[in-house]
């Protein structure tokens, strides 16, 4: 993330930078050059007093606020390249919100104009350019743009999201563009999405494929009072005791920077804003790095309702996500309840049973799959599988609550002996599962059915399979005490 920086009046000290190990920030090269009138142009790392990577924008943003700026495309990039930017933006035509479709079309073409020109325009190669992707919430344009940005050699992608967006939390609409823009980028180049907000919803954009975001929002809430935290936002005026024990918070109490001047407690809640940036971005590598990105989604949800339509949006593109999920993690998964059911891994495992070829007119034996897995080496699973498993004309099948109906074959794929999930006793999670057994069944139109029905679950399944198979054999047995031999014994008997 690139804090962004007014280059005519920063706020933090860049040394503060430095000690927080911040190794890249973003400022605006139209406005350095506009505050600087008259003067040459100095390299920009001087100017503002860091040695890290400084990424500038090119003032297309100023575009949208007074609907031209007083620079020319080519000048920009020439700008940008005396200042000894390291990333530098060509000057796009950004859409922004208010545009109808037509304009947004219009907005496309000019930015793919302004491009091909940028692009012959650029002498210093050693500075990484970024092609701005249009078309603001005109989805289709935003496809239009990413296919034809993606044709030409930028280092970095970007997509514009309109800060009236996020001032509405249309979460539901940043979606559906991110996910445009990367369906139609080489996938890989980074994607950088501008002005990404607040670090509750950074987990959401990472999970859609953004690999870099600057954000203002650290300074901005600051100026107003406001303190972040990854689960939302803190008027300073109501805190008592500051959650977070970051260096500013660990040496003030709310009650001492109240009290502070204005310009002084601005800088220390910028300051500890930006942390509380920085530490969702190592809460979001770590994750990443455990396989655990989704459950951070999840939990997110329950911060603020709007999260919730954010990750409702999100699964809507789960097959999209489940083509880029590794297919074994290093550790396993969650399952926490239906919002889990479309997580990538777990819809990965949908569609590798749907992949399991049938082989009709056997006999299919259901068993419970509880908490011990592999389901068949549950000790009161064994004795049946293994009488069982050799035998051609038989189909073993767990009924479990994380994955519903699982085929022996799968039995012993990622991520099913490391999900961690738990019963409810829900009745309702019960009687979908059982649907999505008999919806299994039916597919392989066996030839009898034998089910060891276990409590209400296994009575849920009951119910559903006695509309799809006529020869049902129902084998109850007890939560407790259950005799697998017994059980085995009698699906033999009337084995055909
Ligand atoms: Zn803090």
Redesign the pocket.
Known sequence: MFPVVDPNLPIIDPKFYGEAGISAIMTNAYLLKRGRPGQPPKDVHRTLDFKGTVATDSGAYQILEYGHVGVKPAEIVAYQEKIDTDIGVILDFPTGFHSDARRAGWTVDETVRRADEALKRIKRKDILWVGPVQGGIHIKEVARSALEMGKRPFSIYALGSPTELMEAQRFDVLVDMIVAAKKGLPHSRPLHLFGAGHPAMFPFIVALGCDMFDSAAYALYARTGRYLTSDGTQELTEIEE?S???R??DRTTPGEMRRLDPQEREQLLSK?NL??CFSELRRIREAIRNGHLWDLLEHRTYANPAFRKFLAKIIQHSPFLEQFTPTVKPRGISHFGEASDHRPEIARFSVRRSRVPIEGRKAVVLIPGRWRRPYHEDPRNLPIVSKLANRPNVSICFYTIPFGPVPMELDETFPLAQTESYDSHDPITYQQRAREVAAWLKRLSPKQTFLVSEGEYGLAIEKELSAVTPLLKIIRIQLKGSKPDRTVGTIIQRLR
């Open positions: 500051f977070c024990m970051c500013i918070c500890h942390l509380a």
